[in-house]
């Protein structure tokens, strides 16, 4: 989308502002379930695993907001497995989910047991986002 500004800059804009409605994807709790998504290389899976034990950042009473300029090339430069940290595993803890697969290579997950329930349980899960939604499911 970024890189679209330089064939119609209005477009690129009103296509990232639309974006960034969505963030709320990218914390670290359901970043994580890109650890199930085949279209995610097993390099970034193995980041994925090794930043479980990242440390959170520190949460300041102070929240810096960038522009949306700055926000944007922020995300450009992003890859998923700069979301996650140790806090992402609150996913599996929340769902009492059996992570032991994590232990091992991403190579072998699609042979494990533990991580094919799992893949079939998260994909199970419903994304819902605002009031709108929650209505139509009732």
């Given at each position: 989308m970024k890189a679209y500004e330089t064939v119609d800059k209005t477009i690129s804009?009103?296509?990232l502002q639309k974006f960034c409605q969505h963030l709320w994807y990218l914390v670290d709790e359901v970043a994580v379930l890109s650890v199930f998504d085949d279209d995610?290389?097993?390099e970034t899976k193995i980041k994925i695993v090794k930043n479980l034990s990242k440390e959170n950042p520190p949460v300041y009473s102070k929240h810096y907001i960038p522009s949306n300029e700055d926000l944007y090339g922020l995300l450009y430069e992003k890859d998923i497995d700069n979301f996650i940290s140790n806090k992402s595993k609150?996913?599996?803890h929340r769902f009492k989910i059996d992570n032991s697969f994590l232990n091992n290579c991403p190579s072998s997950w699609p042979s494990n047991a533990s991580f094919l329930r799992v893949k079939e349980?998260?994909?199970?899960?419903r994304a819902i986002?605002?009031?709108a939604e929650r209505e139509q499911l009732n």
């Open positions: 804009k009103a296509a995610v290389d097993q609150t996913l599996f349980q998260m994909m199970t899960l986002n605002d009031t």
